[in-house]
Each structure stands twice: as structure tokens, then as C-alpha cells.
């Protein structure tokens, strides 16, 4: 591993893709830098970061933001990952432009949400600052050379802070894509590298394979899963409870491909270890002097009951760098033990082709494609293609929606799992009512359920729906927008976006011969998603 030997892997192109081993390292020297761009949005009086990005460049900072919190006197910091229009406008709602930087972070510098971010918001800064000043509350993080580089220059950002070539996305919190935005939020870089070169030591040194806090984890991940036990199942105490969203797309885009993976589970409901089936591992992260008495004697449950479980105790939450690059090297591990290459991601561009081919031919034609309706009733709307309504009309008997949905489901078996994919306002309401979706999948059947918000789950577990095990039943669900917004420069909105998107993505699925539904829920997101969950619990 530490030799770069791509024959670890696969033999293919690994050994390109292991910048993340040193960049720790890397990124301490230049902290001196970190700390005087700190202090120059202080003297700029910014009070709001909002990062613009997608899947490995916005799911690491939101961790960060959200297990530090705001600290004293600096700006705090928003990830906006989303085409959702209700999702924009919250986020504009929430801030002062006036005194916002905006984080325009994106890899490939080609990544359509981020693009179409960046141009609302530079629009909404050119009324309030003029157009001259707007370019100025934006920074890029980007690798040298992208298209987002070259118009950050032209236009002349604040900033621009470059990625490594040689290091993917979803390893990269370490480099630029995850130091910048902690440095803006008023983190101490310096403390929180310096406390991740210990765990990087500890990987680096510890010759016993056993105690080496990196691999030993890796070890169990990639064997469990050839065995079968391929849910790698989330929990973290609540402090660090969104470290999971993050380790959810390590995991599943590394893993999931060649029709194997690894399935994380995250956020779902702990219960008793007889609910559960014989395919779970459990990682277990907590902070030190954080007591939740509830998970920690679900935890103990499972342990004796002779379940898999990972414990991990974090000291305090500068320790989230080490935590980082444990599951990067454990990850790496596991691909190693499943024979596949966890660097690349085959199947992402897949559902993003589709989403383009929509868009353009929105922008040509003015509409969307037509579709016919599978089943509906005063709020709720269901789709399927050819093959999955011919089987579900099938299974459910009488032709409702109830009948239907109720049909889709009864098609996960042992070993399967039941992912819900909402392409939604990822707001508190929203969640609470797809997580009692979840609560009701497992409790008819023992089923592993997981939960994705679009458009961030196509860059994020969607690589193992896709290219993993077919092992998954879908259900897609999609609204109308209730206040669209205008992609400024483009023929489409917003919501034609977010729409296409979930098509996309879809399109795909069923190309790969996933068991998939979609329900459409109108304008009243809400009512929609209350009778959904009633329809499940009869």
C-alpha cells in the first residue's frame, strides 16, 4: 500500500490515485496561509460561508461545519449540494449576501450543480454588491487547469485554491476541498492536521496488521463482505452523527462496481439485534464524555448477540481527522480484499448523461418527456417502466396505489435492502417523515433500508446501485416545485433540473435491471409524503 503497488488492487490505474496518503502532511505547511486567509475574511467583515459543491467536495466540509458548529466570531458555513429550487431559496433566504463568501468547490470544474449555483448566486450578488464587486465573494476550489479555473481567473475571484490531481474526490478532505472551508469557519487547521498525522503515523508504522487502526478495519469490512455480510450500518452518537453521509459515499463508490460492494446504512433507526438480518456489520463512532444511553445499549445488545460491531471513541472532535483517513486507508483495504479498484467510479457519469440528454432537449423543445401513469389517487402518483409495472400489476392483485407500493416492497428478500431516494427539499420535515418510510420497510420484513437525498446521491451511493450487487428495491420519489427558479444564462429552471436528474437516474437504474418505483407526490410535498406513510402502515 505504502509503496503504491497497484497490484494490490487490480493491477490498472491505483497507483495514480494515492495522493491522499500524504497529503495530511502536505496540507500542515501551508496552514500558515489558512490562517492568514482567516483572518482576512475577518478584516473583509464575512459572516457567512456557503459552499457550492457535490458528493466529495460537499459532503466532507458539511461534516466538518456540523460536528465543530459555529465557532466564536467566525462566519459559519452552509453546504448547498442541491438543484432543488426550495432548497436554493432557503439557503438565500438564511444569509446576508452582502457579507457571504460562496466556496464554488468542484474537482472536474464541470459538475453541472455547482455551475448552476454559482451562476444564481453570482447573479443575486451583482443586485445587491453590482456586478463589478460580485466575483469577489467567491473562491474556487478546483484542480489546476478545469473550466471552473479559468473562469474564477477571468473573472476575478477573491481566491483560488487548487486540488491534487492525484487524488479523487472522495478522498480528498484532507487537500484543499475540505482544509479551505474548516480554515473559513474558524477551525485550528493547525490542530486538526497535526492531530491527523497520528492516526497517518500509526497506518504508516504499525507493522502488525492486527493492531493497525487503518487496515485491521479494512480487513473486516472487505472479508464481511464476501461472506455476505455486506450492510456496513452507521451509528454515531450526535455529535457526530453527519460523518455518516460522508462515509456512506467512501464506502459505496469505492466498493460498489463489478456487481459487488459494500452497502452503508445510515441513519436508520436502532432497534433490537433480532430485527436485524445475518448481512450486518455495525461501526460504532462516539465521542469521549458524549453519552447516549439509548445507542449505547443497542450497541450492547448486538455485541451480545454476537453481531459484528466496530467501536470507535473519538477524544474530541479534532480527532475527526483521523477518522478521515482510518476509513480512506480502511476502504482502500477492502478493496483490496474484494478485488476491486475503490478509485474510480464507473457508473456515476452513467445517470449524469442521462440528466444532460433531458436538459437539452428541454432547452430544444420546452418540455419534458411524457409519461404514463402506472396507478394514482388524490395525492399520490406512481411510474414504472415496462418490465417493473408488468411484475408489480402482477404481485399486487388490485391495481391501487396502496396495492402497488405494498407489491414493490414485498419484493426485497433476505439479503436485499430498500433504498429511498427523494428528490426533495433535504429539510427537517422531509426527513422526519421518510425516516418513519424506513421504520415501516424494516419492520415488515427485517430489511436494511437506506435513504438518499437527490441530486447528492448520484455522487454519492448511487455508484452502488447502480454497479453493485443488484441486490437493492427502489423507490424514487419526486414533487413538483412549488417556487421554481431560473438557471440564469440557460433555457431550463431549476426544478427542469432537479426533474431530469431524478429521470437520469431512473433511466439508469432500470437499464440495470433494478427493481424500481417512483411515486410522485404534486405541489403539497408534505400531505404527500403523510400519505405515503399512511399507505405503508396499513
Keep these: 500500500l505504502w509503496d503504491r503497488d497497484a497490484t494490490l488492487w487490480t493491477g490498472n490505474d491505483e497507483a495514480d490515485w494515492l495522493g491522499w496518503l500524504d497529503i495530511a502532511r502536505q496540507s500542515l505547511q501551508q496552514v500558515e496561509e489558512l490562517e492568514l486567509f482567516s483572518r482576512y475574511l475577518a478584516a473583509r467583515e464575512i459572516r457567512q460561508g456557503v459552499l457550492l459543491g457535490m458528493g466529495g467536495s460537499s459532503m466532507a466540509p458539511e461534516d466538518i461545519a456540523e460536528t465543530f458548529g459555529q465557532q466564536p466570531g467566525c462566519p459559519g458555513l452552509i453546504v448547498l449540494d442541491s438543484s432543488d429550487p426550495a432548497q436554493v431559496g432557503a439557503v438565500e433566504a438564511a444569509i446576508d449576501l452582502e457579507h457571504t463568501v460562496f466556496i464554488v468547490s468542484s474537482k472536474s470544474g464541470s459538475s453541472l450543480e455547482p455551475n448552476i449555483l454559482m451562476a444564481w448566486f453570482l447573479q443575486r450578488l451583482a443586485v445587491v454588491v453590482g456586478a463589478e464587486k460580485a466575483a469577489g465573494h467567491f473562491i474556487a476550489i478546483t484542480d489546476p487547469g478545469t473550466s471552473l479555473d479559468k473562469q474564477a481567473t477571468a473573472d476575478g475571484f477573491m481566491r483560488i485554491f487548487p486540488g491534487k490531481p492525484d487524488i479523487g474526490g472522495r478522498f480528498s478532505v484532507l487537500s484543499n476541498f475540505g482544509v479551505v472551508p474548516a480554515a473559513v469557519s474558524g477551525i485550528d487547521c493547525r490542530r486538526f492536521l497535526e492531530s491527523t498525522l497520528e492516526m497517518v503515523s500509526a497506518c504508516e508504522t504499525t507493522q502488525d496488521l492486527s493492531s493497525n487502526p487503518g487496515v485491521l478495519p479494512g480487513c473486516i469490512l472487505g472479508v464481511a463482505a464476501n461472506a455476505g455480510r455486506d450492510k456496513l450500518t452507521i451509528v454515531a452518537s450526535p455529535v457526530l452523527a453527519s460523518i455518516g453521509a460522508w462515509l456512506e459515499q467512501l464506502v459505496a463508490e469505492s466498493t460498489g462496481k463489478q456487481g459487488k460492494g459494500i452497502i452503508p446504512v445510515d441513519g436508520e433507526s436502532l432497534v433490537g439485534p433480532a430485527?436485524?438480518?445475518?448481512?450486518?456489520?455495525?461501526?460504532?463512532?462516539?465521542?469521549?464524555?458524549?453519552?447516549?444511553?439509548?445507542?449505547?445499549?443497542a450497541i450492547a445488545q448486538l455485541e451480545q448477540a454476537e453481531v459484528p460491531v466496530i467501536r470507535v471513541t473519538l477524544d474530541d472532535p479534532y480527532s475527526l481527522g483521523q477518522e478521515f483517513f482510518r476509513w480512506e486507508l480502511a476502504t482502500a483495504v477492502a478493496g483490496a480484499v474484494m478485488d476491486v479498484n475503490p478509485f474510480d467510479q464507473p457508473d456515476v457519469e452513467a445517470s449524469k448523461i442521462e440528466a444532460r440528454k433531458i436538459t437539452d432537449a428541454?432547452?430544444?423543445?420546452?418540455?419534458?418527456?411524457?409519461?404514463?401513469?402506472?396507478?394514482?389517487?388524490?395525492?399520490?402518483?406512481?411510474?414504472?417502466?415496462?418490465?417493473?409495472?408488468?411484475?408489480?400489476?402482477?404481485?399486487?392483485?388490485?391495481?391501487?396505489?396502496?396495492?402497488?407500493?405494498?407489491?414493490?416492497f414485498s419484493r426485497a428478500e433476505a439479503g436485499d435492502y430498500v433504498a429511498v431516494l427523494a428528490y426533495l427539499d433535504r429539510n427537517a420535515g422531509n426527513t422526519r417523515q421518510l425516516q418513519q418510510l424506513r421504520d415501516s420497510v424494516?419492520?415488515?420484513?427485517?430489511?436494511?433500508?437506506?435513504?438518499?437525498?437527490?441530486?447528492?446521491?448520484?455522487?454519492?451511493?448511487?455508484?452502488?446501485?447502480?454497479?453493485?450487487?443488484?441486490?437493492?428495491?427502489?423507490?424514487?420519489?419526486?414533487?413538483?416545485?412549488?417556487?421554481?427558479?431560473?438557471?440564469?444564462?440557460?433555457?431550463?429552471?431549476f426544478g427542469v433540473v432537479e426533474a431530469a436528474q431524478?429521470?437520469?437516474?431512473?433511466?439508469?437504474?432500470?437499464?440495470?435491471g433494478r427493481r424500481v418505483l417512483r411515486v410522485h407526490l404534486g405541489r403539497d410535498v408534505m400531505a404527500g409524503l403523510e400519505q405515503l406513510n399512511r399507505l405503508l402502515a396499513l
Design 502 to 512: 431524478a429521470q437520469g437516474d431512473i433511466d439508469v437504474l432500470v437499464e440495470r
Design 442 to 493: 424494516r419492520q415488515n420484513g427485517n430489511i436494511a433500508s437506506c435513504r438518499g437525498f437527490g441530486p447528492r446521491v448520484l455522487h454519492s451511493t448511487g455508484q452502488a446501485y447502480k454497479g453493485g450487487p443488484n441486490t437493492g428495491v427502489f423507490l424514487q420519489i419526486t414533487a413538483d416545485a412549488s417556487e421554481d427558479l431560473q438557471v440564469p444564462g440557460r433555457g431550463y429552471t
Design 362 to 408: 428541454y432547452e430544444a423543445g420546452g418540455s419534458l418527456p411524457d409519461e404514463e401513469p402506472l396507478a394514482a389517487d388524490s395525492q399520490l402518483t406512481l411510474f414504472a417502466d415496462e418490465r417493473n409495472a408488468s411484475e408489480l400489476q402482477g404481485l399486487a392483485g388490485e391495481q391501487t396505489v396502496a396495492a402497488l407500493l405494498k407489491a414493490h
Design 275 to 297: 430485527a436485524y438480518g445475518n448481512d450486518r456489520v455495525f461501526v460504532y463512532l462516539s465521542l469521549a464524555g458524549e453519552s447516549d444511553s439509548a445507542q449505547d445499549e
